[in-house]
């Protein structure tokens, strides 16, 4: 099982970023998928999650309006559209897929917010 996180970088407050997460060994389309993050000294967090069929997501309070999670399951591939990112946006962005008890973790992708 494999998942592959993209698309983070350093970008200057008030721009934007889309980060990807494709995933192998797993059948993709059954998972709820969640972006989640650390910064530095701080607990991981939950960012924003998407049922396995794309009909509901959740966010959190501090990104909601300006992040969009979406998946494309002939992709096996989730999405985490960032807008309006903020310097405490800045983090480690880890995707996840769970189903049941059971869980997979990406090896997380660095975004900074910086001027």
């Known amino acids: 099982v494999q998942l592959v996180e993209s698309g983070g970088g350093l970008v200057q407050p008030g721009g934007s970023l889309r980060l990807s997460c494709t995933a192998s060994?797993?059948?993709?389309?059954?998972?709820?998928v969640g972006w989640y993050r650390q910064a530095p000294g701080k607990e991981r967090e939950l960012v924003a999650d998407?049922?396995?069929?794309?009909?509901?997501?959740n966010y959190a309070a501090s990104v909601k309006g300006r992040f969009s999670i979406s998946r494309d399951n002939v992709e096996n591939t989730a999405y985490l559209q960032m807008n309006y990112l903020e310097p405490e946006d800045t983090a480690v962005y880890y995707c996840?897929?769970?189903?049941?008890?059971?869980?997979?973790w990406g090896q997380g992708t660095q975004v900074t917010v910086s001027s």
């Open positions: 996840n897929a769970k189903l049941g008890g059971g869980d997979h």
């Open positions: 060994g797993i059948i993709f389309s059954i998972y709820t």
């Open positions: 998407v049922s396995s069929d794309g009909g509901w997501t």
